[in-house]
Each structure stands twice: as structure tokens, then as C-alpha cells.
């Protein structure tokens, strides 16, 4: 298992992800993993100082984009690099802009590889704006829309290439703040969308299966990039962009472990967590407790599928 920091805070509004991989780090993230039987490397955090700028025009209204591509163009390569190693990379943010980096790595290598890489997005907030439809600029909310080969950010990667996901291999699932324009390119794309509405009136279990199922038909794996405020506020209040009505303790921890259950997992984000706003460090021991669940900590012994991830790797 490999870990890498990310510490960007130039995506979102409110500075102070920066501090998010430390935070993480702190709470005993390496610790649980280690405690479950992995092998994990701590990569340290990434650093841009010797990334250079590329002269491409960046979009008006793409704020941050010259640093954001900078860091866009370091993680992509070091994420294809830890995937083909074979480890599990967990990435710590930072803001989500990290994705853009991080899953069109690891799209990279499944690609490579002949299978196909799906997304399951946990988060309050879709993150598929683009420059053209962005109401406030911040590039963490470009996100998704980017890794799904939305036009308006395609320098973003320079030289690097680029391996878009098909909408389809994208799961939004937690959502309850999409913009008006957004709302509209998500249903243009037929992108996959849990929101709360749907998670109250069917139950976390059965929307997780219908992802697990559909992944498991294509024989493909599966990416958790994992927004704190996918949480709700009171769990997590720690997050720049709190919105209320989030997933409770329970809701959330069934999620990872259904997902670990299902044996597909094999690369995570951690996202969104600043501490400077957190209360005693609450919302990264809940994020670090809840990654615990995604790979495999239970309250009790239950028979796990032969392909589910072994400790070690």
C-alpha cells in the first residue's frame, strides 16, 4: 500500500487543505492500515517546486489554473507510477483538484491493462462544472467533469496523456448541492447520481450493490475518491463546504465496507479535510476510522470474497 500527500488548497475557496495530509497522518491513518496487515509505504507529500509552467492561455474563469496544472502534472505520472508498482495508493488531500491528477493515473495503468477503471464519487457536491458553466471559478468543482473529458480544461495536463472515463464510469453518489447549469450537463451525460433523496428512499445497501453489480459485469475496479462532506456537518465539520443533510456514521461506514466487501477497491482519495476548521481533530479520526472500514477493519469476523484485497499489497 502506498501513501502520498497532496497538500493543495488553491482549488477550493477556503484555504487550509494544505494541512490535510498531515492531519490524516496524525490521526493514525498509517497505523490502521498498518494494524490491518498491509505493507504501507508513506511516500511523504508531493511537492511542485521543480514543475515548470507551460505558455498555454489559461481559461478566464478557471482561478488558480497555472498551479493547479502544475500540480495536475505531478500527480498523474506518480499516480500511473504507484498503480503499475502494483501497491494501493491512497492519496491525501488537499483539495479535490488532487483527482484530476491522482484518477487520470490510475485510469492510465487500467487502462494499460485491459480493464476498465470506475469512480465512485462521495461527495455532497457533483464536481461537474466546467470553466464554461463554473458559477464561482474554483477548480474543485471541475473536477469530475475534467476526468470524464469535459472540453475548456485540456491543457490541463501538458504532455502528460490523458485517460478520460466514460460518464458512465462515473458514480456520484452522496450529492445534494448541484448548480442549475451542472444539473443540466450531468443529465445531458446520463451520469449515475445517488443523491440523498435517493439514499432515503432506498437505502444505502441496495444503491451501493447496483455500482458493485455493474462494475463486477464489466469486470472492472473500482477508484473511492472520498469528499469529507460527503458526511454530514455534524460528523464532519471540518470541511470548507459543510452542506447539511449528509450521510450519518452508520450510512457512511456500511458504504466502505460493502465496498471492501466486494473485492474491487484498488486506489482511494481522501479529500476535502481542513483542520483549521475542525473540532479536536473529530473529522480526520471519523475520515481515518471510515478509511479503516474501506479496507477491511470490522466490528466482527465475516467471510470476505476470494478477491478481496489481501493485506501486504
Not at 139 to 149: E, K, Q, R, T, V
Request: hydrophobic fraction near 40%; include cysteine.
Amino acid at each position: 500500500m502506498a501513501v502520498l500527500g497532496a497538500p493543495i488548497d488553491i482549488g477550493a475557496s477556503q484555504r487550509g487543505t494544505l494541512m490535510g495530509p498531515a492531519a490524516l497522518r496524525t490521526a493514525g491513518l498509517l497505523t490502521v492500515l498498518d494494524g490491518l496487515g498491509f505493507d504501507v509505504r508513506d511516500h511523504g507529500d508531493l511537492s511542485i517546486g521543480e514543475v515548470a509552467e507551460l505558455d498555454d492561455a489559461p481559461p478566464d474563469t478557471a482561478r488558480h489554473y497555472r498551479e493547479i496544472q502544475r500540480w495536475t502534472r505531478a500527480l498523474s505520472p506518480r499516480a500511473h507510477a504507484l498503480a503499475r508498482s502494483g501497491a494501493i495508493p491512497i492519496f491525501l488531500g488537499g483539495d479535490h483538484t488532487l483527482s484530476m491528477g491522482s484518477v487520470n493515473g490510475i485510469a492510465r495503468h487500467w487502462h494499460e491493462v485491459g480493464r476498465e477503471l470506475f469512480v465512485i464519487w462521495l461527495d455532497a457536491h457533483a464536481d461537474y462544472n466546467t470553466p464554461k458553466t463554473t458559477l464561482s471559478g474554483n477548480m474543485h468543482g471541475m473536477s469530475a467533469a475534467f476526468l470524464c473529458g469535459e472540453p475548456g480544461l485540456d491543457g490541463l495536463l501538458g504532455d502528460e496523456p490523458r485517460a478520460s472515463l466514460d460518464p458512465d464510469q462515473l458514480e456520484l453518489f452522496g450529492v445534494r448541492s448541484i448548480d442549475k447549469p451542472e444539473k443540466d450537463l450531468l443529465r445531458d451525460r446520463r451520469v449515475s447520481i445517488a443523491d440523498m433523496r435517493r439514499i432515503d428512499e432506498f437505502g444505502v445497501a441496495v444503491l451501493i450493490r447496483r455500482v458493485i453489480d455493474k462494475v463486477v459485469a464489466r469486470n472492472g475496479v473500482l477508484h473511492v475518491s472520498f469528499d469529507v462532506d460527503f458526511l454530514d456537518p455534524s460528523l464532519a465539520p471540518g470541511v470548507g463546504t459543510t452542506v447539511p443533510g449528509g450521510a450519518t456514521y452508520r450510512e457512511a461506514h456500511l458504504v466502505m465496507e460493502m465496498l471492501h466487501d466486494s473485492g474491487l477497491v484498488r486506489s482511494a482519495d481522501i479529500v476535502e479535510l481542513n483542520p483549521f476548521l475542525d473540532e479536536r481533530g473529530r473529522t480526520a479520526r471519523t475520515a481515518v476510522e471510515l478509511i479503516g472500514s474501506l479496507f477491511g477493519q470490522q466490528i466482527t469476523d465475516r467471510t470476505t470474497p476470494s478477491n478481496a484485497i489481501e493485506p501486504g499489497e
